[in-house]
């Protein structure tokens, strides 16, 4: 690995700003990385390249004039795949919309064009950001850059591995239940999920509309913040979004943490000693002394609800992890209804007998697996005498999940956690078991229940030389606060990179 690709965005937006180098230069640059290493990957779904370079020439001209190009200042981004664009086309990783092409732009999208960004292309994940492995794309599979017979986790799978192998300097992805920070996890990079409403969701493809929140995957806390700062913000398009103002994130992030109280449910590391994998454990035990050496006050809380219970086999099992996939699947029964087969997206070439047969081939020959799993399981509990048996039953734990992070920030300021119990799974591991699958989210989906920030970052690497990642997790609004105690850890720990990126001569 040479050259501007090792750069932080952070670093290469100044050295742009400065006229050290050029975006010109660091686009053709990661042009190049896509070129080498996307076809072992693929991470990417559509690449922008004579947009992104004309786009660079742009901001170039805008610095060699004496103008202000944006806090990105022709920094090359990537955006997951169910973010809409004017430009390209906005799949979701689906076969109902591969030739789709939105009439607007995402407003998160907007901003980092007005902050100076080069789009370089959108993302793969799993379709319609349903899955936890980016296996469920409707077009094939990303691999991880640690190991490519692994999975990069998911749905933001993509985003992770294109920021992983140095495919671009930061990207977009989005979470409903750890769907930015697992896959952060599974590729050694970080991943933020802002408090819910802080970034609008307008021109995001709505998977689970309560849930949703599209967040930054960078390489260091430092991009995490920057990006942060530039795609949050009050937007008259999305009614969730937050009118408070937007503070900078990067102004403290350096300050140190000493008194800051993390707290740890006991419900994760006291009662459950096998849902967690040994090395994982390690990690995160001794990222725990590291914020007592630099200050910080441990302190025990609890989270009764998100419990997570191991039986006699071994199998875990969790409120959240229940609750959420009763939400979630509602949801998103409701919002997939739109494909239809007639407004826009795949529609059958068969003759059919009226409507509802058009629907039904439609849908059954563009839709995946895992999708139509979720529809249905969605459209059950949403259904005539099942509702209040499942649907009405899980926003009351919802809001018992809610009230547990209330009364836990009542004796600390954010909480630590593992992201997810292990690291990278194989390809194919747990396809043929949805369940085991949806557990690989277990520690992240309490934060999306209730719309509280969450962060990922590397806190190390297995025996068998995979990234572990490690979560903070904090109250409504308190992005600052997790931002810093993110970024004081991570002065503490060397940077790792994939051995398939440390060998390549890009």
Known sequence: MSGLIELSATQLAADIRSGETTSVQATQEYLNAITKLDGKLGAYNEIYTDAALDRAKQIDAKIAAGENPGPLAGVPIAIKDNLCTTYGHTTCASRYLENFQAPYTATAVKKLHDAGAVILGKCNMDEFAMGSSTENSGFAPTRNPWDIGRVPGGSSGGSAAAVASRMCAAALGSDTGGSIRQPASFCGCVGFKPTYGRVSRYGLVAFGSSLDQIGPLGRTVTDAALLTGVISGYDPHDATSLPNDVPDYLADIETPIKGLRIGLPKEFFLENEGAIAPDTRAAITAAIETYKSLGAEIVDVSLPHSRIDIDADGKMSSFAVS?????????????????????YGHRTGENVDGILELYSKSRKESLGEEVKRRIMLGTYALSSGYYDAYYNKALKVRRLIADDFVEAFKSCDILLAPT?????????????????????????????????????????????????????IGPVLSESTLLRAARMFEKTAPPIIPPMVKNSDT
Not at 323 to 343: K, M, P, Q, W
Not at 455 to 468: E, F
């Open 420 to 472: 997810t119990p292990t690291t990278a799974f194989k390809l194919g591991e747990k396809t043929d078991n949805p369940l085991e699958m949806y557990l690989s989210d277990i520690y992240t989906i309490s934060a999306n229940l209730a719309g509280l920030p969450g962060i990922t970052l590397p806190a190390g690497l297995s025996s068998d030389n995979l990234p572990i990642g490690l979560q903070l």
């Open 323 to 343: 609750c959420y996939y009763i939400v979630c699947t509602a949801e998103c029964s409701s919002n997939l209804a739109r494909f239809d087969g007639v407004h």
